[in-house]
C-alpha cells in the first residue's frame, strides 16, 4: 500500500501555525523506529497575515512544505528513484529548513528548575532578535557575531533604562551556543560553529558576603518577616539556592541516626539520586520534627514565601536592624556559606561539589575573595613607629 504524505498545519503560540507532515498509513520513527504519522518540518506561517511581508512568508513557506511533501512521499514510495546520494542532500536540505528559533524553545523546555529560567530569558531576546524564526541554514559566524553584539548593547527586558548586564549576555550566549552544540550532535547542523565563536567574556564581580560575626549578628536578630529569616539562615548554613529551597518537600529529606541528615535530591536527568547532607543545626531551621518521615511527606519544607517585592524590603530592615551597611541580597547567603567553608580550610573540590558548580573555576572566585580578606586582616596589624 502506498504511502500517503499530507501538508497539515498546528496552532502554536503567537499567531502561528506550525507545518507538519501527516502519514497514512503510519511509518517508523527515524529515531525510535515506533510508528508514527506525524513529522514536524521546523517551519511556520502566520494564521492571520496582516503585511505583504507576512503574506510573502505564508507563499514561500508552504511551498517549501509542499516541496518536502512531495520529495518526502516520493522517497518513501519510489525509494529506487534517489541516489543515496541524493536521499542525504535532500535530507540535510529538509533539516536546514527547519527554525532554529522552534529548536530552541524545545530545548529550554526540557530545562530544570533555575537553569529552565536562564534558557527561557535567553530566548526572549534571540526572538525578538530574529523576529521570532531564523532557520538553520542561514546561521553562520556573521548571525553570531552580530547577536552577540546585540546583547553587549541592548536594552535589560527589565528595565529599558539601563543595558543588558554583561554577565547577563554572556550567560545568555553561552545557551545559544550549547543549543548550536545540541543542534550539531542532532546532525540538523553540518557545521560546528558553537566551536567557532569566542564566548563573552563575563565581567569580574564582587560577590558579598556575611563574615561569621554577622551572620550570628542577624541570627540574634529579629525579623519582621520570621519564614524569610528562617530561609535565609537555612541557605547560609547549606549554600541551597533561594529556587531550590522553594522546592524543597519532606520526602526529600532523611534522618541516619549516628549520621545526621540528609537531602535525596531525584535526578530526572540521570535517573539517580544526589545526597546532599545538612548540619543538625540547617535542620532545626525547618521547623520539623527530628525524624522528617514524620512530616507531610508531599509538602513543601518553606510553605507560603511572599513575593520577591516583599521579601526585598523586609530583608534590607531586618539587615539594617542587624547594624550591617553591605548590600546583601538573598543570593548573599550562598556566597556567605562558600566563603565561611573556605575559611574554615573545607576543600575548595568539596565546596564545588556542595555548591553543584559544574566547573570548579566558578568556585575559585570564593577563593579569591577568602585571599583577599585575609591579606585586609594582615594590614590591620600596624606598629606606630
Known amino acids: 500500500m502506498a504511502t500517503k504524505a499530507s501538508l497539515r498545519q498546528k496552532k502554536i503560540s503567537k499567531g502561528r501555525k506550525s507545518l507538519y507532515l501527516d502519514f497514512y498509513p503510519p511509518i517508523p520513527h527515524p529515531k525510535t523506529g515506533k510508528p508514527t504519522r506525524r513529522e514536524f518540518l521546523g517551519l511556520y506561517v502566520y494564521e492571520k497575515p496582516k503585511t505583504p511581508i507576512d503574506k510573502k512568508h505564508n507563499t514561500e513557506t508552504l511551498k517549501i512544505g509542499e516541496g518536502i511533501r512531495q520529495k518526502r512521499e516520493n522517497l518513501l514510495n519510489k525509494p529506487e528513484i534517489y541516489s543515496q546520494y541524493e536521499k542525504e542532500q535532500l535530507r540535510i536540505r529538509e533539516l536546514g529548513e527547519q527554525c532554529f528559533v522552534e529548536y ?194 508531599d509538602k513543601a519544607v518553606f510553605e507560603r514565601l511572599k513575593y520577591k517585592g516583599y521579601r526585598d524590603k523586609q530583608l534590607h530592615q531586618w539587615i539594617g536592624a542587624a547594624g550591617i551597611t553591605k548590600h546583601i541580597t538573598f543570593h548573599c547567603f550562598r556566597h556567605t556559606f562558600a566563603t565561611l567553608q573556605l575559611f574554615n580550610k573545607t576543600d575548595i573540590y568539596t565546596v564545588s561539589k556542595m555548591l553543584g558548580h559544574k566547573d570548579i573555576k566558578t568556585t575559585q572566585l570564593y577563593a579569591k575573595v577568602v585571599d583577599e580578606a585575609k591579606q585586609t586582616a594582615a594590614n590591620k596589624i600596624k606598629l606606630d613607629i
Not at 536562564?118 to 526572538?127: G, I, P, Q, R
Not at 549554600?239 to 526529600?252: F, P, Q
Not at 541528615?261 to 521547623?287: G, L, M, P, W
Open 104 to 297: 530552541y524553545t524545545m530545548l529550554a523546555n526540557k530545562r530544570k528548575a533555575s537553569n529552565h529560567d536562564n534558557w527561557v530569558s535567553a530566548l526572549k531576546y534571540l526572538d525578538t532578535f530574529t523576529n521570532g524564526s531564523i532557520k538553520f541554514v542561514d546561521l553562520n559566524q556573521k548571525f553570531l557575531e552580530d547577536f552577540k553584539e546585540y546583547l553587549l548593547t541592548t536594552k535589560s527586558n527589565r528595565s529599558s533604562k539601563t543595558n543588558l548586564a554583561q554577565n547577563s549576555a554572556a550567560s545568555y550566549f553561552n545557551k545559544v551556543k550549547a543549543a548550536l552544540g545540541e543542534a550539531y550532535r542532532d546532525d540538523i547542523l553540518q557545521n560546528d560553529l558553537n566551536s567557532k565563536v569566542k564566548p563573552i567574556k563575563p565581567a569580574e564581580t564582587r560577590r558579598n558576603f556575611l563574615t561569621i560575626e554577622e551572620l550570628n549578628s542577624l541570627a540574634k536578630t529579629p525579623c519582621n518577616y520570621p519564614l524569610l529569616k528562617r530561609v535565609a539562615l537555612f541557605s547560609a548554613l547549606t549554600g541551597l539556592r533561594l529556587i531550590d529551597i522553594k522546592k524543597l518537600y519532606w520526602k526529600e529529606f532523611e534522618y541516619i541516626k549516628g549520621f545526621g541528615y540528609r537531602i535525596n535530591f531525584d535526578q530526572s536527568k540521570t535517573k539517580n539520586v544526589e545526597y546532599y547532607d545538612i548540619s543538625e543545626q540547617a535542620y532545626n531551621f525547618t521547623e520539623g520534627k527530628e525524624n522528617p518521615k514524620e512530616m507531610p511527606q
